[in-house]
């Protein structure tokens, strides 16, 4: 058990984190909120158009900026963006005030869940298996650093991983309701 006033989702680009999230949310009874939408709303801007206006730098900034804002809140169940756990503070702050579920996803099912998929800056030209694979090698040790549960969410229905993750959550997260 490990008490925290949150929950986040980290993983790579479709591995479920807006789609399972939103599910879990509803089902625990936490506010959902989707790192990257709310980013949108705020800055009334696309996250391809912050990366063409700002670069990815720009769009990490801000992404560290909400990550900070957000972290202060309780009950939420938070979907980040799968390049937040890059910044070591942003790493420290989820870790800090929310139990981390890392949603792990194999290529295939990315690749599949991407095909169409024209939001993605860091996927918009060159090789997507190539991309992809890079950002897990990348990335993946940077998950498990921070993860209290992974969870494979690869080959699943969003009915059947909502439902699994939250028997699992049942005896692995405790609720803290700290302000
Ligand atoms: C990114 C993932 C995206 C979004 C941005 C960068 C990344 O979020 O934050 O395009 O660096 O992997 P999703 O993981 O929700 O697709």
Redesign the pocket.
Known sequence: MNPAPNLVLV?????G??SIGRRLAAKLGLSFV???HR?EEVTGAA??LI?EHEG?DG?RMR?AQLIAELMQGSAQLI??????V?SPDNRQLLCARGFVVYLMVGIEQQLER?ARDR?????ADGNKRAKLEA?AQA?APLYEEIADLAFDSDGLVVATAVQRLATQLETRWQRAEAA
Not at 119 to 123: K, M
């Open positions: 993983g790579p680009m479709g591995a984190k807006t989707d790192a990257d980013l996250v391809p990366f990815e769009f992404e979907a980040t963006g799968g390049g937040a890059l991407l939001t993605r800056p860091l996927l950002l990335r």
